[in-house]
């Protein structure tokens, strides 16, 4: 019997490591350790085994079960692992294919630039504010300190719809509109669509502009530069150089032209600056008495900055974009790239 | 306008360079949009004196000159001219110098014989146009000094942009003025007024009279008798050149050139053609014409200023002179005018007539009557010296009423409010006084000025302050960060709205279109729009047909954004666009009517094209479900129903209702409309009332119990006669469900073999729930028989 028990413990040991699959490790289980398995029958005999050899074989019977037992959980594992990498290896995927990208979409980039603008001015404080396309002249011009025989206005710059009524030469009327409608102080950024009569390579007759406006008690031309030179900075960079010299608005006194260091060129001089090294960015100033008188503010005790920029050109030098038509030409070969 | 930089120096010492200069004066307000040196591109060029002229041995148009230009033997030269003589001076480029365009000159040979140089006429040195031979020098130009400096081709002209403000600009005595302050230089006045001692009397010659002194309050004039008409000296015609101006002849010339150094406009009569020779400044009379000076006949209307003779008009004021009285080769005696015009009154007659000339242009900006004056004198001066003119003795000068200056108090403190400065009193006044102003008056806390004749811009204090600022330097003034109080008002409150909306669409994957406010009638017909869609805002004066009315619809922009993209290749588009349309006002004094809209334009494939799987065109359920989303973001519920609408196809348009108004339409383009814009694939849009949808901003969104108590589901699946709607069934199912029923899906509608004809399947899937409590099998069954029951009546559905 002894004999027999190391036979079988051969045996059992050798048909565990043969099995290939999960399958054969069972049927080798079954015929050993299972109910009428041949370690189970050895196991049931030992009883009729001489009383003086039954504690050695038991122990022994005992020992080969165990060590068949293990060597199966052992196997078992092994052959676990290999199924789950056999489906691994099957299910491997190709991840130089591309993936199913959900399509998005793109924001025109006038509208980009206008909402950054706006968000730049509104961290500052300023409120949006809009007005209609279509404006009366009082609004667009006589109220801005510019009567009808103002040179500043030009016939063939403005639409008309009819005598007293035109679009928009500018965003400047929503000042206007403001300040009739609250009091002082007021802080508002303006975004919309502007029109002239101008169509040729380097005007649309559509465009668009960004106005300003803050009124309030002491508000100096010191605060102008500085709201403007940190507009600046946030929008086309720290490093941009940014000066205010003399012009003329009939709405503002003293008035300014914001220039900044060419953002092709960095101020060395190229075609798109006209080699002077500075592009005209903005035009602003001190709000004009007389623009407070129309909007029922007292100009001794309120003072105010007031500017414009234009929205296309923004863009444009923002994007290298090298003619105002493709932004309304709405072709997507455009449009995607933004 | 071009300035030299010369002819500044007559009058102002500048100790700058060209681009220190243009800095300088950038900073002062005078833009300078650019820098010429007409003499960069010379070379090498000398004064040349001919010492012989031989003829060429193998050509007959050449001669062989020998020239002197101070360096040992003459040079031999061949040339082609033939205007010159032994003696003549010439401008020589030497070998080794170079020419205007890059071209330089080297020794070479022409025809056999060898040349040495070049000698120049005006238009090979780029000063002129004349081209009939050498450039002759004056005699006593010294041989082998530079030509260019010689001709004042040394100078520097700056393209400057004079702010409509600023009339006294217009003329380099203005700016030498504004120079003259800033630099802290003294103003010169080199030029004197003719001397006429001994000439007749004026009065006896000519007379003046103002018959409309609003419109003209001086009028001044000089007689000059005996000139010659010819061609100007060169310094002249190169200054005029240089800025820009044709040379005339030397009458003509003077004006101009008076004009660019005074800004100060002028105009010569032919004093012999004028009616008992003398001068009316009145208002035309109905019907009167003149032929101006550019040929054309302009009717006069009563409003216009005239000069007039005895007779009739002779110029219209201040804008063109006529033709018949033109200073031409045989006048003799010329009537001199220099007038200060009222702005207005020269701004009117040049719109009314249509006509923009360096007069009318400068008149309205505002003119200086003292500067009136001196370019008369200026004027008769150089009448007198160059085209040998008698000036007759004493000046007409009609000015019955001065014009008044203004006078405008500036308190010190108020600038340093006002800029954010600490600019002392002293130096504030320094700064006004240096630019003409008179002081009146000063205290401790003010000063009171009065205005030069030439500053029509200022009337008040701010006027005054920017001045200083000016000065002061815009770049001195310091930087402050502001300090804003956000103001209460909510000015634009679905700003921040549809700025989300514009990002959940991009986020939907369609791409944002931004078309012009301008349509026409054509347009908007042909996207088979009509209704009010056809009640336009029209513009008086637009610039082409298609652009002749503000858009109604956003529609044909859409439609037009489709069949440029098809065209170039893009034939799957999803696209939207956000923006305004504009309707006439129902009352006619109101603005007209301005809304928000948005579109959406689907085309193409769903999807864009992956490995993995086959492109599906879009239909009529992509742009519904577009919709649907949009509503969704909005938390907003719509209703849809079938409607008919001329720019979509019967059977697959929609119309979109939100508490039972129409905000908008949807569907298929009808196919008239694809053909009429070339497009040959199915086109799906909707077009939403924006403004309509943002009006209702439903509350804030209250929490609902999570429910504790799990869902149970049953499907259920009916026939029903094919033409009954699904979302009615849907609708009556969630009815009949009651309270336990939480939700009802279509998932499935099969028309086909497997169901008699007439009839189609609609399979639901119900979800019962309750907040409190597991629901028994009893109660669905229950409330599904109730949907059963329900969908039998209204529908005739049995149960599949
Ligand atoms: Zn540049």
Known sequence: MRDQLEAVRGEALRAVADAADLQSLETARVHYLGRKGVLTNILRNVSEAPEEERPVLGKTANEIKKAVVSAIEERKQALEAKVLEDQAEQDRADLTLPGRRPSFGHKHPISQVIEEITDIFAGLGFRVATGPDIETEYYNFDSLNTPADHPARDLHDTFFVKPGVVLRTHTSPVQMRVMEQTAPPVAVIVPGRTFRVDADASHSPMFHQVEGLWVDKGVTFAELKGALMLFSHAFFGKDTEVRFRPHYFPFTEPSAEMDISCTVCKGQGCRVCKHLGWLEILGCGMVHPEVFKYANYDSETYTGFAFGMGVDRMAMLKHSIDSIHHLYENDVRFLEQF | MRVSLNWLREFVDIDLGAAELAHHLTML?????????????????????????????????????????????????????????????????????????????????????????????????????????????????????????????????????????????????????????????????????????????????????????????????????????????????????????????????????????????????????????RVVVRLAEEGETLVTLDGEKRKLDRDTLVIADAREPIAVAGVMGGEPTEVGENTRNIFLESAYFNPKSIRRSARALGMATEASQRFQRGADPEMAAHALERAAALLHELAGAQIAHGVLDEYPKPVERPEVTLRYTRTNDLLGTEIPPSKQTRFITSLGFTSLEETSTDARFRAPSWRHDVSQEADLIEEIARLYNYGEIPVALPRVSRTETEFAPQDRRIRRLRGFLVGLGLTECLHMSFSSERQTEKAGLNGRALRFVKLLNPLSENMAAMRTSLIPGMLGHAAHNINHGRSTLRSFEIGPVYFPAPNETDLPQQTQRVVFLLTGNRADRHWSAQPAPVDIYDIKGLVEALFASLRLDPSVTEARHSAYTPGQCGEVRLNDTVVGAFGRVAPHVLKAFDIEQPVYLAELQLDALLAHEPPAPQFQKIPAHPPSWRDLAVLAPVDTPAGAVVQAAKEAGGKILRDVQLFDIYKGRQVPSGKKSLALNLVFQAQDRTLTDKETDKAFQKILHRLHKDFGAELR
């Not at chain 2, 380099?172 to 504004?178: C, H, M, Y």
Request: charged share 25%; proline share 7%; hydrophobic share 40%.
């Open chain 2, 29 to 277: 307000g005078l833009e300078i949009e650019s820098v010429h040196v007409p003499g960069e591109e010379l070379e090498n060029i000398a004064v040349g004196e001919i010492t012989s002229i031989e003829p060429h041995p193998n050509a007959d148009k050449l001669v062989v000159c020998k020239t002197d230009v101070g360096e040992g033997e003459p040079l031999q030269i061949i040339c082609g001219a033939d205007n010159m003589k032994v003696g003549d001076k010439v401008p020589t480029a030497k070998v080794g110098g170079r020419l205007p365009g890059g071209f330089d000159i080297a020794r070479r040979k022409m025809r056999g014989v060898e040349s040495h140089g070049m000698m120049c006429s005006e238009r090979e040195l780029g000063v002129g146009e004349d081209q009939g031979g050498l450039l002759i020098l004056a005699p006593d130009a010294p041989v082998g000094a530079d030509a260019v400096e010689h001709l004042g081709l040394d100078d520097v002209f700056l393209e400057i942009e004079v702010t409509p403000n600023r009339g006294d600009w217009a003329g380099v005595i203005g700016i030498a003025r504004e120079l003259s302050a800033s630099l802290g230089a003294s103003l010169r006045q080199p030029y004197r007024g003719p001397s006429t001692e001994g000439n007749p009397p004026v009065t006896g010659l000519s007379s003046v009279t103002i018959d409309a002194p609003a419109h003209c309050p001086r009028y001044l004039a000089r007689v000059a008798l005996n000139a010659a008409v010819k061609p100007a000296p060169l310094w002249m015609r190169s200054r005029l050149t240089g800025a820009g101006l044709r040379s005339i002849n030397n009458v003509v010339d003077i004006t101009n050139y008076v004009l660019l150094e005074t800004g100060h406009p002028l105009h010569a009569f032919d004093l012999d053609t004028l009616a008992e020779r």
